[in-house]
């Protein structure tokens, strides 16, 4: 049986969260285990394009998603760059993807939303065993509509001293369920809890609100705060380059060993194919004007 990529995209509408930290750190911890791993950037702030790049240069004069979405035949094995580490790849971001934003609204159609489905090519597919989307702190993305269409998880991650991440599910929960109506095979992975602390009040009643009221919990392992991921990210490196014996890096090694039991034994235990996604309800996506 060929094997296809797990394709997992984070999520929360709040910025400051520590999704691309995550996105940068997952990816590295990911490839250190094994697995060949891309990471495609969403977001025009391109932090995690910055800190995982080889070369920024190769992504800045074209390896880089605005020029994919430009290209009308272009697909992702086109446009995917090399990092510092042999199993980790990177479909980069740069400052004009909130222009490509800007020109997928503007010129809305109906399959605006299904862009990454045609370009997301079998070899792409085939060569990674996780493709992971991290993305815009906004709710309105049309590029992360297109991420959530063809993976198989969404992924929270949620800073354990951020109130306002919760409060700013209502409306993601709500794209999430849209987007479900279209892609059958969409499942939620447990929370992940960045800047976690572990004497603090705060930091524990937000691990357990989470338990409660997501739908998969909270993974066991959180990431911890700490000055050496702000130092990494000044450095624009991974923690694992920066001091691979900081407690943080064993955080992120953790949750990739439970991120890769939550996906690779429920792949094995599937039984009989996925369900085909149905072209024929895309009318709420468009209605409710994310
Ligand atoms: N575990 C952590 N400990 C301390 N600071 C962190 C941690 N994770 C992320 N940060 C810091 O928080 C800020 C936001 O992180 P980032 O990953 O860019 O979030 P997002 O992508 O959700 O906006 C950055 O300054 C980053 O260095
Ligand atoms: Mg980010």
Redesign the pocket.
């Known amino acids: 049986m060929v094997k296809t990529a797990n394709i997992i995209t984070l999520l929360?509408n709040k910025?400051?969260?520590?999704?691309?930290?995550?996105a940068v750190n997952i990816g590295w911890s990911l490839a250190d285990a094994g697995r060949n791993v891309l990471i495609c950037d969403l977001?025009s702030q391109a932090?995690a394009s910055y800190n995982l790049s080889k070369d920024y240069t190769v992504v800045e004069s074209g390896k880089n998603i605005s020029q994919m979405m430009a290209n009308g035949t272009g697909s992702f094995s086109d446009y995917i760059s090399d990092t510092r580490h042999s199993r980790l790849k990177l479909l980069g971001s740069t400052l004009f993807t909130d222009k490509t934003e800007a020109d997928l609204r503007r010129n809305q159609t109906m399959n605006s939303h299904r862009i990454f489905e045609s370009k997301l090519d079998r070899s792409t597919r085939e060569d990674f065993d996780y493709i992971i989307f991290?993305t815009p702190?906004s709710k309105s993305s049309i590029l992360m509509l297109n991420a959530l269409i063809v993976s198989s998880w969404f992924w929270y991650?949620i800073g354990a001293e951020d109130q306002w991440a919760l409060d700013a599910r209502v409306i993601m929960d709500k794209i999430v369920a849209d987007v479900k109506k279209l892609n059958t095979k969409l499942n939620a992975l447990p929370v992940l809890l960045?800047?976690y602390k572990k004497n603090n009040t705060q930091s524990r009643y937000m691990k357990q609100i989470c338990e409660e009221t997501f739908e998969k919990g909270v993974f066991p392992e959180c990431?911890?705060?700490?000055?050496s991921?702000?130092k990494s990210?000044s450095a624009r490196q991974s923690i694992f380059e920066y001091d691979r014996r900081h407690n943080?890096a064993k955080d992120y090694a953790a949750a990739s060993r439970n991120l890769i039991e939550t996906v690779e034994n429920r792949k094995n235990n599937e039984i009989g194919p996925e369900k085909t996604v149905p072209h024929n309800d895309e009318s709420s996506i468009h209605d409710m004007g994310y």
Do not use: E, H
Request: hydrophobic letters at 15%; glycine letters at 12%; one cysteine or more.
């Open positions: 929360c910025g400051g969260v520590g999704r691309s930290t995550t977001d932090n991290d702190p991650i960045t800047r990431v911890r705060d700490t000055t991921i702000t990210n943080c």
